[in-house]
């Protein structure tokens, strides 16, 4: 069974850092592209940042290069989503997704994405 499972949401202050892990299960993420996207309330999901296979470099989304890093744990079947210098506008759920078949720059800018988690809700609040 194919499953994508993301963890590590919660409250966080401005200013502050999170890591979000995704688990796969089911298929190895070394041969997808995989990315992180993001649903804010009364919006869009976008994309924040994807990356082809395990030695692609990644694609930003608008705005997000600088604070968000997407990283992967070959070892665990995991790829990670770091962000840092939080801001109130950054509240979403966080999805990470996966495509066999796609450039990061199309995952990202088109959401063509084959699998989804099921989102972890990320609120920056004083």
């Known amino acids: 069974q194919v499953e994508l499972v993301e963890s590590g949401g919660g409250l966080v202050q401005p200013g502050g850092s999170l890591r979000l892990p995704c688990a796969a299960s089911g298929f190895t993420l070394d041969y997808y592209t995989v990315g992180w996207f993001r649903q804010a309330p009364g919006k869009e999901r976008a994309g924040v940042v994807c990356t082809s296979g395990s030695d692609g470099s990644p694609y930003y989304a608008d705005s997000m290069k600088g604070r968000f890093t997407l990283s992967r744990d070959s070892a665990k079947n995991t790829v990670y989503l770091q962000m840092n210098s939080l801001k109130p506008e950054d509240t979403a759920v966080y999805y990470c997704?996966?495509?066999?078949?796609?450039?990061?720059?199309?995952?990202?800018?088109?959401?063509?994405?084959?699998?989804w988690g099921q989102g972890t809700q990320v609120t920056v609040s004083s």
């Open positions: 997704a996966a495509n066999l078949i796609t450039t990061a720059q199309t995952m990202c800018d088109r959401l063509l994405v084959g699998y």
